[in-house]
């Protein structure tokens, strides 16, 4: 199984960015995918949650300004994030739960199946 983030990249203060998650040989439609963010320095920390019955979380410090959706055809998980700031700045992960639930656990990372190798934004004047 490869998960796989991408859509990353360097952006100003405001602008935004569309984060994919792929997957082959897994069927994303039935599981809870996450995003994550590895901040330098940081501890990673949940970003934003989709559940198999279409169930979203967010952190609280994106909440208004990222979307996650997903697309079952093809296999893909998305986060559209908007007026990007400094903060936002790191490694975005996106891993796979099989209960398909999005609760306090899957937000902090714990309990999950796959990961994928990050995608890195930067966000900076």
């Known amino acids: 199984v490869q998960l796989q983030a991408s859509g990353g990249g360097l952006v100003q203060p405001g602008g935004s960015l569309r984060l994919s998650c792929t997957a082959s040989?897994?069927?994303?439609?039935?599981?809870?995918i996450a995003w994550y963010l590895q901040a330098p320095g940081k501890e990673r920390e949940g970003v934003s949650c989709i559940g198999a019955d279409g169930s979203i979380a967010y952190a609280d410090s994106v909440k208004g300004r990222f979307t996650i959706s997903r697309d079952a055809v093809k296999n893909a998980v998305y986060l559209q994030m908007n007026n990007l700031q400094p903060e936002d700045t790191g490694a975005y992960l996106c891993?796979?739960?099989?209960?398909?639930?999005?609760?306090?656990?899957?937000?902090?990372?714990?309990?999950?199946?796959?990961w994928g190798k990050g995608t890195q934004v930067t966000v900076s004047s």
């Open positions: 040989e897994l069927a994303l439609p039935f599981y809870a």
């Open positions: 891993a796979t739960e099989t209960r398909g639930v999005c609760d306090n656990d899957v937000m902090m990372g714990t309990g999950l199946d796959y």
